[in-house]
């Protein structure tokens, strides 16, 4: 697709790897709306990457709602998803409980499918569109202290192939990127940046694997594309 002008909805891009695709794509020429739940975040990463910004968490009904009604008001449409926010818990078998699992399928599986319902009503009412999952290596194989982590992003692993099924026939492409270890926030209790470290991957790596599957002719689409540092020892 044709990046110029392209009206991109993604969510947790107040950090990490969504603040950096925000900025590869608006520098493209993309408008970009990113959502979080921490404002003075959101007005500095707006800021940083030229993308506007909208209030809402998508583990809340009402986020979603916010989200889509300000695609509207803010970019006029949308052309792409990219469901990037998520979070994790960690611990082993015998240290986890129910509330640890409703606390991460809420953002990771269950917003996301359902923010992922209505851009799929607007794709497949204009006939195109595109969705772009971020999932983890997690999702690919199982880890000790991963179980809570790893079942939501093997669950999203299983709808993006599901929804490739749907979506294929309405011109819809969906693709699914998994990060191996990224320097980023996540997992952070302090919420801050972690320092490039040169071994391992950056949140670049990851925007860039995200714009370049975005750019592929839409004949055509990456149905899964991993993503590792090359040496990380």
Request: proline share 2%.
């Amino acid at each position: 697709m044709n990046l110029q002008n392209a009206r991109i909805l993604l969510t947790g891009g107040s950090l990490g790897i969504g603040k950096a695709t925000a900025a590869m794509l608006t520098a493209a020429g993309a408008k970009v709306l990113i959502t979080g739940r921490d404002e003075a975040r959101l007005q500095a990463a707006a800021a940083e990457t030229g993308a506007a910004y909208v209030v809402a968490d998508i583990a809340e009904p009402e986020g979603i709602e916010r989200m889509f009604a300000a695609v509207q008001t803010q970019l006029g449409g949308l052309d792409v998803l990219i469901n990037n926010a998520g979070t994790g818990e960690f611990g082993t078998l015998d240290q986890i409980d129910l509330a640890s699992f409703e606390r991460v399928y809420r953002t990771n599986v269950f917003g996301l499918a359902l923010a992922t319902q209505k851009a799929a009503e607007i794709f497949k009412a204009q006939s195109a569109g595109n969705i772009i999952n971020i999932a983890s290596t997690a999702a690919t194989r199982g880890f000790a202290h991963g179980t809570v982590y790893a079942s939501s992003k093997f669950a999203l692993r299983g709808m993006t192939e599901c929804w490739q099924a749907e979506l294929r026939p309405h011109n819809v492409r969906v693709i699914l990127i998994n990060p191996s270890e990224v320097t980023t926030a996540f997992a952070q209790t302090s919420r801050q940046e972690r320092p490039e470290e040169a071994n391992k991957l950056s949140a670049k790596e990851i925007a860039h694997s995200i714009k370049a599957a975005l750019e592929m002719d839409d004949r055509g689409f990456i149905k899964e594309l991993t993503v590792f540092a090359t040496n990380p020892f």
